[in-house]
Nanobody, 119 residues
C-alpha cells in the first residue's frame, strides 16, 4: 500500500502563510498525480490544487494567485500565502497512480492536517 503523511498545518493570522507537505511511502509504485483537498466544517470536501507527473497544475478559483502546488518525486507541497479565514479547513493530500509490479491502480489519502486562519 501507499501511505501518505502530511505535515505543516497550524494556526495563522489572516494574511499569513503556511506550507503543507505530504510524503508518500511504500514499495514499487508510480504516482501519476497528487492533489490537495480541503473540507471546512459543515461543507463538502473540495479540490484545491493538483499536480501531475509531467508538472501540469490545476488550481481551484479560490486558490489561484495565492496557493502554489509543487512536487518533488513522491512529496507534494502546498504553499499557501495571503491566507483568509475562509481557508480554515482540514487539508488532505491524495495520490493516484499504479503499482509497478502488476500495474494495478491505487488511490491513497493522507490523514489530514488542520489549518486555522484567525486573528
Amino acid at each position: 500500500q501507499v501511505q501518505l503523511v502530511e505535515s505543516g498545518g497550524g494556526n495563522v493570522q489572516p494574511g499569513g502563510s503556511l506550507r503543507l507537505s505530504c510524503a508518500a511511502s511504500g514499495s514499487s509504485f508510480s504516482i501519476s498525480a497528487m492533489a490537495w483537498y480541503r473540507q471546512a466544517p459543515g461543507k463538502d470536501r473540495e479540490l484545491v490544487a493538483t499536480v501531475t507527473d509531467t508538472g501540469s497544475t490545476y488550481y481551484a478559483d479560490s486558490a489561484k494567485g495565492r496557493f502554489t502546488i509543487s512536487r518533488d518525486r513522491n512529496t507534494v507541497y502546498l504553499q499557501m500565502n495571503s491566507l483568509k479565514p475562509e481557508d480554515t479547513a482540514v487539508y488532505s493530500c491524495y495520490a493516484g497512480g499504479l503499482y509497478v509490479s502488476d500495474f494495478r491502480p491505487f488511490g491513497s489519502w493522507g490523514q489530514g492536517t488542520q489549518v486555522t486562519v484567525s486573528s
